[in-house]
């Protein structure tokens, strides 16, 4: 762990360490749980979604200044779970959405059969994403801004989940699939899936710091980070052994993640998702594979 989150550990209420992050009880809000997630370079609450650099923080947590205030932001898990158990909210998301499917995600490239099929919802101007396990149990969620949603935080959970579960749109297709592929981005996994493959996507951004979540993963599995993002998926596949690789796609002007592929060139990407071996992808869009050895 660097110096800066070792500091931070130092001063944060009930911290957590791991090899590249810090949780702990958030300073700003009566906070219950530790829901403050520290990384090197920011910062963010998962439960009241104050954000902002780690050295403004440490300045905080110190006493020298004041850091600034969050942003007027309200986790809608918050009051939704308040109310109902996350099932029958996920469940109530879902009925709203098969009335009035996505114009986002329609825009997006996801038909709205497909949001139908992988138990997308919509509530209060949020797309839900169901998070279940291979036997189909919901053990989490992610909600995601939808139209007219100018919320800061694009992606949300709800406060105390663990930061390190993966989004699998569909475990069928996840387990017939001889070749899985790992993205940044819920909506990158979901383009994926519907064009064939076996896909997830982390939950905490570009960051995935208990590789036991794919411990029972025994395949390979290629990671295809937006553009830019390669060193980050680096970092993740060297520990994941014989098993990790990274896709380098040489993006077309036009797109910069899997799901702009979709959007702009969406038969080259089903093509190239039917050899199902990684490199078919990669040689489609002139790119290269880093595998680790």
Request: hydrophobic share 35%.
């Amino acid at each position: 762990m660097n110096e800066i989150l070792s500091k931070v550990a130092e001063l944060l209420d009930y911290a957590q360490t791991y090899e590249k992050s810090v949780w702990g009880v958030c300073p700003f809000h009566s906070d219950s749980r530790p829901s403050l997630m520290v990384h090197e370079d920011y910062y963010n609450c998962q439960a009241c979604g104050a954000h902002g650099k780690t050295t403004q923080l440490l300045d905080k947590l110190s006493g020298h200044i004041a850091a600034p205030a969050p942003d007027r932001f309200h986790n809608p898990w918050t009051s939704w779970l308040k109310k109902e158990s996350l099932g029958n909210i996920l469940r109530g998301a879902w009925e709203t959405l098969k009335n009035r499917p996505s114009a986002y995600l329609r825009g997006r490239g996801i038909p709205d059969e497909w949001q139908i099929k992988l138990g997308i919802g919509m509530r209060d101007d949020w797309i839900t994403f169901p998070i279940r396990s291979s036997d189909q149990k919901i053990i989490g969620a992610v909600a995601r801004a939808g139209e007219g949603n100018t919320a800061s935080s694009k992606y949300i959970v709800p406060s105390g989940q663990d930061s390190n579960m993966i989004y699998v749109p569909d475990w069928k297709q996840f387990q017939a699939s001889d070749i899985i592929y790992a993205t940044f981005g819920i909506i990158d996994a979901v383009s994926l899936v519907i064009c064939g493959a076996g896909s997830f996507s982390t939950t905490n951004g570009k960051r995935l710091n208990n590789v036991e979540a794919l411990d029972k993963v025994r395949k390979r599995i290629i990671f295809l980070p937006d553009r830019g993002e390669e060193s980050n998926a680096k970092e993740i596949a060297a520990r994941l052994g014989w098993r990790g690789a990274v896709a380098k796609i040489n993006y077309p002007d036009d797109c910069k993640d899997p799901n702009d592929l979709l959007v702009h060139y969406p038969d080259k990407l089903r093509e190239a998702i039917r050899g199902n071996n990684g490199v078919d992808v990669v040689r489609a869009f002139r790119g290269s594979i880093w595998v680790n050895t």
